[in-house]
């Protein structure tokens, strides 16, 4: 069933011009953007929003990490290595599963979404689309993909859970940022909870 998901998929690569140009751009630039997203949000958006930015990059971190050591006792060859595949892009034969764009994606958008919920709905939209693309270019299997949206959604409850406990590390690092280029705060020790970051 997985490559036959992944077949039906991926045979649509190459024959929509438009399509196939929308898929290459989103797999190639979709960290880029989320990126943009949580810099936007830490330049332009309140204190809760940089707790949020803190927390994503957390979460993504995270979830690289996992994938890193899933890869270090379990091998999935790519889709491309033992099948016909319809490649937009080139890519190295590393491990399948799970799906490092993916889960960077689904981790940054649930940690947005945890927090910032209306924010949060567009980029888990804009994430499974990065899911998608990634079979559609012909990188990933179906599985590698829900793989990595299970260590996405592990990783991003996991951090908003212990987020209270994980608390001094936004304190510190936005007291530095306001000391560096806004002047001198408050202490991160003496700076309030406010609202769902109590």
Known sequence: MNVEIFQAINQL?????????????????????????????????????????VYAA???ALGLIINFLINQIYFEPRPFVTHHVNMLIPHIADASFPSDHTTGAFSLALAIFLWHR????????????????????????????????LVALSVSL?????????????????????????????????????GSYK
């Open 118 to 149: 209306k924010i949060g709905f567009i980029t888990v939209l804009f994430a499974t689309l990065t899911g998608f693309s990634r079979i559609y270019v012909g990188h990933h299997y179906p599985f590698d993909v829900l793989g990595s949206i």
């Open 158 to 194: 996991i951090v908003f859970k212990a987020s209270s406990f994980l608390k001094p590390i936004p304190n510190a690092i936005i007291y530095i940022y306001n000391k560096l280029l806004r002047g001198p705060k408050n202490s991160p020790f003496e700076q309030k909870d406010s």
């Open 58 to 60: 957390l979460t993504g």
């Open 13 to 53: 690569a190459g024959t929509h011009p438009i399509l196939d140009a929308t898929m290459v751009f989103i797999t190639e630039k979709a960290l880029y953007i989320f990126a943009f997203t949580l810099l936007f949000m830490w330049l332009f958006g309140n204190e809760k929003y940089k707790y949020t930015v």
